[in-house]
């Protein structure tokens, strides 16, 4: 086993996707030579050639419309947003054309698209590369969103991506790229879409959170078991549809629960998270459900990034008003 | 009739061949005028290299040098009357300059400061585009004010080569068509976007004569050659003032990186830069002056200082603002702040850290 930041497990997942599949193609704006603005397709042109790795136009509605009639075609598209700041270029072939495909045609045509995207705060990008817009998509019937946390995560969610038969949205966090390494398996295997990971059991609160605000919410319950707390984290990594088999056992469970994200904090994933446990576990709960998540406000500009994202202690802060409610 | 592929003739517009050296009558600018248009291009590569050189020592963020391109971005905002509007995209510091920007006002927005945004009232420079393509319809927008208002401001668009790929600048001069509104769509082909060349971009011969298609004036002009592209805008934004909108190519060569955080030697082709350094802009010019007799080395240095100070004067300003505060984000999402993001501005006053 080979140690593996998260963007040589991504590269590793396409190029062991596109071995095994001739119908997997990779394409999107600096992809091929230049081997994606982070090196995520570091060369899979040179392996695969021209025709199965591309750089198009620059053009993110000519990317998302390409994909579509290749994917009627049969072919599985895997292209690649530079910066999620930029779905809204696209946003029509994903939301308005890729999810409603299976409906429109009777089921006689499926989608089966893996829109790869960097996303996400604290690496200090220039305005509207780093918004975690994951909520937007989320409320996309027909759309799965998958947001991985670690090397081995984002291997095994990617190739079950790739090979899903419907639209899958792959947020990569940008802070994650290179932030570590971890073992992480030659060759193919895959982690099941819809699934969380209990990153950590505990008894006294869940934690339920995503994509970076993972690290940040383990480094929280490490400091709140030194208090005596127990505290267990969920990874839910795929953001919608929800894993509420995993959610709400262990909210039964500890009966008291958080829900942390980078995004603001206005409707998105955590409030769904939060409506989900109330209707199916409130008799359960000791304390109210409370969200740890970014202002209302638009995605600052450098310089205010820092205290704007939250972080561990933003999370110690909030589990502790749960656990002594 | 067919319409074959790629059989308009586009003519470049020079004045100036690579050595300096006229070619073809002399333009109508006076020789203040032609110091003037040297003398900005020799701020704008001051700024950029300092820029570089203090992004590289991490005083500043990511930066996208416009080194090559002075003479498009001077030759077209010289040409501006103050009324005129121009919506640029990353790469035009070197055209907001002369418009009216300050420097400070740049480094401010390098260094990710809330007010590196805004220009001062009276500069009609929106605030940088970075979603390529957006700016081309925000000008037939503003165009479409000025005609209704009868002003006689034209609205400029910046954009590159890559960007002309995108749907926004296909329906921006389409709208500018139909609606005969007072626009210029100034192309700065670099030759490249990022690491994707401009053959990768189109399959049309040139640029300029993507303006047949939506039935307005196209020209494709030396984007080195300050001298052909402020005469070109001259003449575009004449035309444009009548409501007859014009799409400008400018040839050009971005000689640095993308930005500061891309690798040029990954994609770019031997001996490529080096062409294009011996068609450099400053060069040309500088060349063309001595000629003339009204340039000298002497003059050369004691300009290139006093850029040199200026520059050093706006990082001073930029670099002593005070950094902006996460509290202050709050104040501009919008006109009347709702409860609750009254509630989260508190916190984060109150304690340091939001809750
Ligand atoms: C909608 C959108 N897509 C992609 C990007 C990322 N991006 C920034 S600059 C650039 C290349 C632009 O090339 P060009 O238009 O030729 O302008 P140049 O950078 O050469 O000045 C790309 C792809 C972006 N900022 N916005
Ligand atoms: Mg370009």
């Known amino acids: 086993m080979a140690q593996m930041t998260m963007i040589q497990a991504i590269t590793d997942a396409l190029r062991t996707e596109m071995g095994k599949d001739p119908n997997v193609l990779v394409f999107g704006e600096d992809v091929g030579v230049n081997g994606g603005v982070f090196r995520a397709t570091e060369g899979l042109q040179k392996e695969f050639g021209e025709d199965r790795v591309f750089d198009t136009p620059l053009a993110e509605s000519g990317i998302g419309g390409l994909a579509v009639g290749l994917a009627l075609q049969g072919f599985r598209p895997v292209p690649e947003i530079q910066f999620f700041g930029f779905v809204f270029e696209v946003f029509d072939s994903i939301a308005g054309q890729l999810a409603r495909m299976r409906y429109r045609s009777g089921g006689r045509y499926t989608s089966p698209v893996t829109i790869r995207s960097p996303f996400g705060g604290g690496v200090h990008t220039p305005d509207m590369h780093a918004d975690s817009l994951e909520g937007l998509m989320a409320q996309t019937p027909g759309v799965k969103v998958v947001i991985p946390s670690t090397p081995y995560d984002a291997k095994g969610l990617l190739i079950s991506s790739i090979r899903d038969n419907d639209t899958v949205v792959f947020l990569e966090h940008m802070k994650l790229y290179r932030s570590f390494r971890q073992e992480v398996p030659e060759g193919e295997y895959t982690i099941p879409l819809g699934k969380a990971d209990v990153k950590r059991e505990g008894t006294d609160l869940t934690i339920v959170t995503y994509g970076a605000m993972v690290h940040e919410s383990l480094k929280a319950a490490e400091e709140l078991e030194k ?99 | 009739m067919w319409l074959e592929p790629n059989e308009t003739i586009v003519n470049k517009v020079q004045v100036l061949d690579e050595t300096g050296k006229l070619i073809g009558s002399h333009p109508d600018v006076n020789d203040d005028e032609l110091l003037a248009l040297y003398k900005w291009m020799v701020q704008a590569r001051t700024f950029d290299q300092r820029a570089l050189k203090l992004q590289r020592q991490g005083r500043i963020g990511t930066y996208a040098p416009m080194i090559g391109q002075e003479a498009a971005q001077v030759g077209s905002a010289f040409a501006l009357k103050k009324q005129d509007w121009i919506y640029p995209s990353y790469r035009e510091v070197g055209a907001c300059l002369v418009h009216g920007v300050s420097m400070e006002n740049f480094f401010l927005y390098t260094m990710g400061h809330i ?118 805008m001259k003449e575009a934004l004449r035309r444009a003032r009548e409501g007859k909108p014009v799409l400008v190519e400018a040839v050009t060569y971005r000689q640095g990186p993308h930005t500061t955080a891309d690798d040029p030697t990954k994609y770019r082709q031997n001996g490529e830069l080096e062409q294009w350094l011996a068609k450099d802009p400053l060069k040309r010019m500088k060349a063309f002056l001595i000629e003339r007799g009204i340039w000298n080395e002497e003059l050369e240095q004691v300009e290139f200082e006093t850029a040199n100070d200026k520059v050093t004067k706006a990082f001073e300003i930029a670099a002593s603002t005070p950094s902006s505060k996460t509290v202050e984000v709050f104040d501009f999402v919008y006109e009347q702040k709702p409860s609750q993001l009254a509630e989260q501005q508190n916190s984060i006053q109150v304690e340091g850290v939001v809750k």
Do not use: M
Request: charged residues 15%; proline residues 5%.
């Open chain 1, 227 to 325: 208090e005596g707390y127990s505290v267990e984290v969920i990874d839910l990594r795929t953001v919608s549809p929800l894993d509420l088999e995993t959610i709400i056992p262990s909210v039964e469970k500890t009966g008291r629960a958080i829900v942390v994200q980078e995004a603001q904090k206005q409707a998105g994933v955590a409030a769904n998270v939060v409506a989900e446990i109330n209707d199916r576990a409130i008799l359960s709960l000791e304390a109210p459900v409370l969200r740890v998540a970014a202002p209302d406000t638009v995605f600052p500009f450098p310089q205010a990034e820092t205290v704007w994202l939250p972080n561990y202690k933003d999370v110690i802060e909030t589990a502790k008003k749960v656990l002594t409610y």
């Open chain 2, 115 to 232: 007010k590196g945004g805004t220009s001062a009232q009276g500069t009609n420079v929106f605030p940088v585009q970075i979603i390529i393509g957006a700016q081309c319809l925000h000008a037939v927008g503003s165009a479409w004010a000025s005609k209704y208002k009868d002003e006689s401001s034209v609205s400029v668009a910046y954009i590159g080569d890559g960007g002309t790929s995108q749907g926004d600048f296909h329906e921006a001069l389409n709208f500018a068509g139909v609606y005969k509104l007072p626009t210029v769509f100034f192309v700065q082909n670099n030759q490249w976007a990022i690491s994707v060349p401009r053959s990768k971009q189109t399959a049309s011969a040139t640029i300029a004569q993507k303006a047949a298609a939506y039935g307005i004036t196209g020209i494709q002009v030396d984007g080195n050659d300050v001298l052909a592209v402020y005469s070109t």
